[in-house]
């Protein structure tokens, strides 16, 4: 088979996804323009806007720190974290939500820490870096958690549920899961449309772009195998998560879904 990581055993598929991410690390804006033809940033606004960060917390006690404490995890370039540092200051007028950037590697963290420079948040209280395997966090305390995004990162993880239950621990009571990732486009018209473009086009791209058709080719091949709506829906509820409503959204038909969690 053509596709390089198919046969990859799971103890050796952790070293590769590092490798994948290293040789993406400095391209990644471009090719996620070009991927997505622009959209991952609409998603990616909507998605915050969803959460409003920083927002007043209702049942909080008064004498509790100020502010919402995040967790971004598989953080990266500190796409996520920016923007909702962004929506705190500037919508909620929120001076005191902090987030944690945390991401298992190293360049990836490097160039989030490079982009802070250009941000108000650059050296202040309100930013900091994590380098971890989000299957098991233990610097991060349990119960101390407000809001805890991971944003098309979880697919790449080794031992998915880990994950969930991991983000279960650090999360206080009431605090909220919030995963936006690839998922399962539910027209079949529109998704054949959609695999001719991920399995062509993006190795492609990957090629000509960034010089690297095999690390293009993984990742198509992470969303192919990423578990459906109502399956990752199912998982989270098995970390012990309450499911808001339907549980998730479809974005652009279910090229990807954010899902949402709430711990009793
Ligand atoms: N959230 C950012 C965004 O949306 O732009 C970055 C997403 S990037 C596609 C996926 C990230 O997941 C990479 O930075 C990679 O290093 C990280 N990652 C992969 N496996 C991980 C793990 N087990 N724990 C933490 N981060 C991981």
């Known amino acids: 088979t053509h596709f390089g990581f198919t046969n990859v055993p799971e103890s050796e598929k952790e070293s590769r996804v590092g490798a994948v991410f290293s040789s993406v690390a400095a391209s990644y804006d471009t090719m996620n323009d070009l991927m997505s033809l622009g959209i991952h940033r609409l998603w990616k606004d909507h998605f915050v806007r969803s959460l409003n960060p920083g927002s007043s ?9 100020k502010g919402w404490n995040i967790l971004d995890i598989a953080g990266g ?17 929120d001076l005191d939500t902090r987030v944690t950037i945390s991401d298992i590697n190293a360049s990836m963290l ?12 650059y050296n202040t209280q309100r930013l900091s870096f994590l380098e971890a395997n989000a299957e098991s966090i233990p610097s991060i305390p349990s119960d101390s958690i407000d809001l805890y995004t991971v944003v098309f990162g979880i697919r790449n993880f080794t ?3 880990a994950a969930l239950n991991e983000a279960f621990r650090v999360l206080k009571p009431g605090g909220v899961f919030a995963c936006m990732e690839f998922s399962k486009v539910d027209n079949p018209l529109f998704d054949a449309v959609y695999k001719r473009w991920n399995f062509s086009a ?3 791209i990957g090629q000509i772009v960034a010089g690297d058709r095999d690390s293009y080719q993984y990742l ?9 709506q109502e399956e990752f829906r199912g998982m989270i509820q098995k970390a012990g998560f309450m499911i808001p ?4 959204e479809n974005l ?3 090229i990807a879904a954010i899902h949402k969690g709430i711990k009793p």
């Open 77 to 93: 370039t500190g796409d996520i974290a920016f923007r909702m540092l962004d929506h705190a200051t500037n919508i909620n007028h």
């Open 252 to 254: 652009t038909g279910g």
């Open 110 to 121: 490097a160039e989030g820490r490079k982009r802070s420079v250009q941000t108000p948040y």
């Open 202 to 204: 993006i190795p492609l």
């Open 245 to 248: 409503g339907q549980g998730y």
């Open 57 to 65: 917390i209702p049942a909080r006690d008064p004498s509790a720190q």
């Open 220 to 228: 198509v091949e992470s969303i192919e195998r990423f578990p459906s």
């Open 159 to 161: 031992d998915k549920q």
